[in-house]
């Protein structure tokens, strides 16, 4: 069931700044468009991709507490007309997926015209949503991943919208929506997953990220329980502890790009200076002290140095040597 979130008490308020009758009608706009993916889409895509970790109204209410979250105390940053867009995109960013996930962002438009029905009155508004919601992953007509590039800027209402600053903000808290409430550990013990999704659901479930404005960071945080496996270690259901090690690097490399990219976009977003992550690994239920130190990519630039993968920022984190390592210590707490 859906409780009100933050950002929709924000929008509210800021609403309430506008003249008659966008104060009313905006607010109750956005409510239709609530009630019509909540009820009629994001509920089913399941159905269509049972694999996929969650997109339910679970994930929308988690990228509106990531917008939040990254809006911080600078609540005037968007006008009430941009955060109106912002807030309708992010309903509608996802429900593609009901049709497939391939290209889901290409399969907004129908769900849309279903929701709006096509009225005059809302072309401007699926305009600026398509956009937006259309940025959040997926590439350009010349092939690039530079997709919030192509968002240009927008007029709503006659009022000029920086449609470039709304996608990116979509964007970044798209991608710091994840964490176990994206997966079930039911559904994971029982084997339900697909073996090709069950690196993502293990991921998921292993996962927090925390917007970190006071310490200018995104904090991320992994802990796994390491399981011994028929030939070598385990993250428990049948996921290798050297591919989910693996699969999380990458994930780690592609937050702090995207934290890179979508700030190039919005200087709200300026204030993220580096992404930092946490290994917390266990076994029998203790934890095990390898004397990790945490992982940070910063924007801090040392010319002549050349950009490190993880395994080089400390070679502890090499997967081979951390294997090992967890290997002995597991041999050691037994």
Known sequence: MWSEQPLEVLLHKSLQGLPEPARTDLFADYNSARRFVTEEITGHIA???????????????????RVHAVIGESTKYFTAYELYLLA????????GNLHGRSEHHKKVAGIYDACRKREARFNTERNAVLAIAGAHTGSTKDGSKDTIRDVGQFSFQAHPVRGQQVAAVLRF???LAEGPQRTSAYLQNQGMYKPDSRIFHKYAAITDYCVDPGAERIALTYNIDVERGHSELEAGNAVLLTQ???????RITKLDQERRYCKHYCDLLSVFKETGAWFNFFYDGQKLDLGLEPIVISDLIVPGELTKRIEEIDTKYKVSTLVGALEGACAITS
């Not at 309708?88 to 429900?95: A, E, G, K, P, Q």
């Not at 989910?244 to 990458?250: D, G, H, R």
């Open 47 to 65: 159905t269509t991709e049972p694999d996929l970790t969650d997109h339910s109204d679970r994930h929308l209410m988690d990228v509106m507490n």
């Open 88 to 95: 309708v995109s992010i309903l509608f960013h996802d429900v």
């Open 173 to 175: 808290a798209d991608e």
């Open 244 to 250: 989910l090690l693996t699969f999380s690097y990458s």
